[in-house]
């Protein structure tokens, strides 16, 4: 018998050697490489398009980007096929693109016209719509790849075509705002706000040799804002008091009231009241002073002065006739949001009131319209945001306001203001042109302000009469 030490003992295979930590970092590197360069180089096609909007000297820029951002789709062809033994044609189309963009723009002229197109165009226009049309699928594509190539990042990869339109609006309104708030800040001073602006001859008496009195004229000018920044609160005052009761009054007869043909037509017109043209309130607002001219409602609705001798009716519209034709605007806007709280209402409370006894006029003013109340002052301070900042509805019947603000004076604004230094004559143009970008500043403080107050408005409101 032959010993047990001889005997054959079956061995186990050696267990492959694991890879080191060291080289799977660096493996995991190679294989983001690729996707990460295509996307940078896609965020920077993006900032260059952006750049060729802005300025006409970026279309050297967009070849260099164009160049740049096809190597990179090719490098990333190549690297999908080597990663996961595919070819991916929709890189390389973009490759080609993105080649043939850099050809076009190399040979096209620097201005474009003809083609019974009646204006002339840069060649910087035409290398930003190609960079954004290319960058976009390019992230897209860097994207699916970098995440993993998985249904996941295909979802990943859609999120371009949502985030890149809302950053480019986000971005141009923080270049507005910077360069509004830039222009207009250093010309903000308690000086130009308490100012107002006048210039206009003023009558007064001499006496020639101390005996004989004589009617002579003095210039008054006076440079400033303040009767601008008035106009503006004394338009959104008469506005809100005009519209608040009718637009409250539509919604509730919507919500509670509104049947067949009366309920259909009352919707019909507060729908198309909101979707009227300002440039027909416009018109509308013209067209009611200039009918009121020669009637007794002449000086409700034109506006009026004294001129030092007499009181004189105005070429235009007082503050009354413009806050009429806006409230066009904003009842609808009240009205909508009314009917809306009112149907957001919940049945038990309603129920509940009629059940212990109380009247439906009751249930209406004491649970109906309080629930309703947030809704009610969000659209009201929305609709004064919106009248302040609204000039063609006064382009008509506006005036420099030299005589000053009240109900019966002819119609001005901050809006209004913005309008006539950049168009008005030259001598308006001079005086208040250093005053063009502070009204802009001021017109954005209050319309923002009024749209931070309506969201803390309505958050406080909710709170108090629905206990959200």
């Known amino acids: 018998m032959r010993p047990l030490l001889n005997s054959a003992v079956?061995?186990?295979?050696?267990?492959?050697?694991?890879?080191?930590?060291?080289?799977?970092?660096?493996?995991?590197?190679?294989?983001?490489?690729?996707?990460?360069?295509?996307?940078?180089?896609?965020?920077?096609?993006?900032?260059?398009?952006?750049?060729?909007?802005?300025?006409?000297?970026?279309?050297?820029?967009?070849?260099?980007?164009l160049v740049v951002l096809s190597v990179a789709q090719q490098v990333l062809f190549l690297y999908i096929y080597l990663r996961f033994a595919k070819w991916d044609f929709k890189v390389a189309l973009l490759a080609l693109?993105?080649?043939?963009?850099?050809?076009?723009?190399?040979?096209?002229?620097?201005?474009l016209t003809g083609w019974q197109f009646n204006a002339?165009?840069?060649?910087?226009?035409?290398?930003?719509?190609?960079?954004?049309?290319?960058?976009?699928?390019?992230?897209?594509?860097?994207?699916?790849?970098?995440?993993?190539?998985?249904?996941r990042a295909e979802d990943y990869a859609?999120?371009?075509?949502?985030l890149v339109p809302v950053g480019l609006a986000l971005a141009v309104y923080v270049v507005l705002i910077g360069q509004l708030v830039l222009q207009g800040l250093p010309n903000l001073t308690w000086q130009a706000i308490s100012k107002p602006y006048f210039s206009y001859g003023w009558p007064i008496k001499v006496f020639v040799g101390g005996d004989w009195p004589m009617w002579s004229s003095e210039l008054r000018t006076s440079i400033g804002l303040l009767y601008y920044l008035q106009g503006t609160g004394l338009l959104m005052l008469l506005t809100a008091v005009i519209s608040l009761p009718i637009g409250v009054g539509a919604g509730l007869y919507l919500s509670?009231?509104?049947?067949?043909?009366?309920?259909?037509?009352?919707?019909?017109?507060?729908?198309?009241?909101?979707?009227?043209?300002?440039?027909?309130?416009?018109?509308?607002?013209?067209?009611?002073?200039?009918?009121?001219?020669?009637?007794?409602?002449?000086?409700?609705?034109?506006?009026?002065?004294?001129?030092?001798?007499?009181?004189?009716?105005?070429?235009?519209?007082?503050?009354?006739?413009?806050?009429?034709?806006?409230?066009?605007?904003?009842i609808p806007l009240i009205a909508l949001a009314t009917e809306e709280g009112c149907r957001s209402l919940p049945p038990e409370l309603r129920e509940g009131s009629l059940a212990l006894g109380a009247s439906d006029e009751t249930t209406l003013w004491r649970i109906v319209l309080p629930w309703s109340l947030p809704n009610v002052v969000t659209a009201l301070l929305l609709g004064c945001a919106e009248a302040a900042g609204s000039v063609a509805v006064l382009m008509f019947i506006a005036g420099r306001g030299d005589y000053g603000v009240g109900?019966?004076?002819?119609?001005?604004?901050?809006?209004?203001?913005?309008?006539?230094?950049?168009?008005?004559?030259?001598?308006?143009?001079?005086?208040?042109?250093?005053?063009?970008?502070?009204?802009?500043?001021?017109?954005?403080?209050?319309?923002?302000?009024?749209?931070?107050?309506a969201m803390l408005t309505k958050r406080w409101l909710v709170r108090r009469h629905r206990g959200g």
Request: charged share 5%.
């Open 407 to 453: 109900p019966f004076s002819q119609v001005t604004s901050l809006a209004y203001a913005i309008f006539i230094i950049w168009f008005g004559d030259q001598q308006f143009k001079g005086s208040m042109g250093p005053f063009l970008f502070t009204a802009g500043v001021l017109l954005m403080i209050i319309t923002m302000g009024m749209g931070i107050a």
């Open 97 to 111: 693109l993105s080649f043939a963009g850099l050809v076009v723009l190399y040979v096209m002229p620097e201005y």
């Open 256 to 330: 509670e009231y509104a049947t067949g043909i009366l309920g259909s037509l009352t919707r019909f017109a507060v729908t198309a009241l909101r979707a009227i043209s300002l440039l027909i309130l416009g018109l509308t607002a013209f067209s009611l002073t200039d009918l009121s001219s020669g009637t007794p409602l002449a000086s409700l609705l034109h506006g009026r002065y004294f001129d030092g001798f007499v009181w004189q009716t105005s070429s235009g519209g007082s503050f009354l006739a413009a806050s009429i034709v806006l409230s066009f605007l904003v």
């Open 10 to 65: 079956p061995t186990r295979p050696a267990a492959p050697a694991r890879p080191k930590p060291a080289r799977l970092a660096w493996t995991k590197l190679l294989n983001a490489a690729a996707p990460a360069v295509s996307l940078a180089t896609a965020l920077a096609a993006l900032a260059g398009a952006c750049l060729s909007l802005a300025q006409n000297t970026a279309p050297a820029l967009a070849i260099v980007e």
């Open 158 to 162: 859609h999120y371009p075509l949502v």
């Open 120 to 151: 002339v165009v840069h060649r910087s226009f035409f290398a930003a719509v190609w960079l954004m049309a290319m960058a976009i699928p390019a992230m897209m594509c860097a994207i699916y790849y970098l995440a993993g190539a998985t249904p």
